[in-house]
């Protein structure tokens, strides 16, 4: 363990001396892969710091102790302190098992996150609305910025789709585990009899890709400009400034007419063009994962049902936690208070990891 603490150290000092070379600012890549290398390390340089403080401390008091040559009374001291330091060192094994496990690269970046209303037809609008409602106060909160890239807008309310970008320090990290369906269980506006109804909306996070991670070729992409329709104003329903990219290798197919720029538009649906396909080059390497790993907290499956929002009950269940930590305050969720139900969903993954000796 020391040895391998004492390696990251090294390993930390010389990233560190990288991003002081006033040379590396002239290679965008390198100095954002070196950038986002020293912040994943940083963490575990600082506790691997304390650690390594106590085991040279608990080295010393044990040659203090050996030595008779000492005055007795000072012998005793360290060997008071020579507990306490055993105990500090015995807490911090524990820290840095979690910390020495492999990180996700994708949990520094931003996500793209997309709301889709699925089953229950008016009401599944209303509720991605409350969704995108209960995400935008989350990075209120939380310090990280939300644009819109796309919507669609349900008649009676909400959105039949909307997609945004949240951008910020560790956000994919943070959203992963919000991936899949989420059901509502509640009386609609529209339901005379106070009957409850279910629907459903699903929940898509995918990390913002960069040029540095996907290349996507001319050659290999069909532009249309046209349009825009909807709501908006007069340039953006006059002016042909909407955009479709068709990335012709892959089929798949990514509009964007909300800004009254085509520039503007063009960069928004290229963020969101680079994000799916990196999320197909992900699941690949996810397919390859052995089988073993498949009972673990999932962060990507769109189709898996992860929690239930029951107004009636004042009540959120998570369904891949257990005990206490599966059940929340439907109130405190709704308004953006996910801190808690987030880092449980770490807890729950790194424990998984843990307990199976699996990798990330």
Partial sequence: MIEKLKSIMVRYQEVEDQLHDVNLISDIKVYKETNRTYKQLTPLAEVATKYLRICKDIENNKEMIADKTIDFELRDMAQEEMAELQAAREAMDEELKILLLPKDPNDLKSA?????????GDEAGIFGGDLFRMYKLYADKSKYQLEIISLSESERGGFKEIVFLMSGDDVFGNLKFESGVHRVQRVPETESQGRV???AATVAVLPEAEDIDIEIREEDLRVDIYHAGGHGG???????TAVRYVHIPSGLVVT???ERSQLKNRDKAMKVLRSRLYEMELEKQQSEIASSRKSMVKSGDRSEKIRTYNWPQNRV????????AKNYSLKDIIEGNLETLIENLKIAERTEILKQGLTI
Avoid: F, M, P, Y
């Avoid at 007069?234 to 042909?240: H, L, R, W």
């Fill in 112 to 120: 793209i996150v997309e709301i889709r209303a699925g089953t229950g």
């Fill in 197 to 199: 109804h279910t629907s």
């Fill in 234 to 240: 007069q340039n953006v329903n006059k002016v042909a």
């Fill in 256 to 258: 964007c007419q909300d």
């Fill in 317 to 324: 269940t998570d369904h891949r936690l257990e005990g206490d």
